[in-house]
């Protein structure tokens, strides 16, 4: 079973940063995507950033120029830069896997990691 697994939550102070990281273990494949989005209480899930195998790069615009995302293929992780960070950042952050495997694409997600930012 592929499992995803998310480090690097935390509480920072405005304009802090924090790295999240995120590692996907199991039958993966060449991924589609690997990426974090966010979801408050009530509110739809989002993009936050996501990462191709060949390294093709998506930002929500909420975050645009102040995150930035990059991967490591061979440790099947993936990385979040979060810098400048503003309390309206705080929230759930969830990795998500698009697994292309067998001709099929599933999604596989990891429980999430708590992202504080302070005023």
């Known amino acids: 079973q592929v499992q995803v697994e998310e480090s690097g939550g935390g509480l920072v102070q405005a304009g802090g940063s924090l790295r999240l990281s995120c590692r996907a273990s199991?039958?993966?494949?060449?991924?589609?995507?690997m990426g974090w989005y966010r979801q408050a209480p009530g509110s739809e899930r989002e993009l936050v950033a996501r990462?191709?195998?060949?390294?093709?790069?998506d930002y929500g615009d909420s975050v645009a120029g102040r995150f930035s995302i990059s991967s490591d293929n061979a440790k099947n992780t993936v990385y979040l830069q979060m810098n400048s960070l503003k309390p309206e950042d705080t929230d759930v952050y969830y990795c998500?896997?698009?697994?292309?495997?067998?001709?099929?694409?599933?999604?596989?997600w990891g429980q999430g990691t708590q992202v504080t930012v302070s005023s």
């Open positions: 199991g039958m993966i494949g060449m991924y589609k995507s």
């Open positions: 990462i191709t195998y060949n390294g093709g790069t």
């Open positions: 998500g896997v698009q697994r292309i495997y067998n001709l099929e694409l599933s999604w596989f």
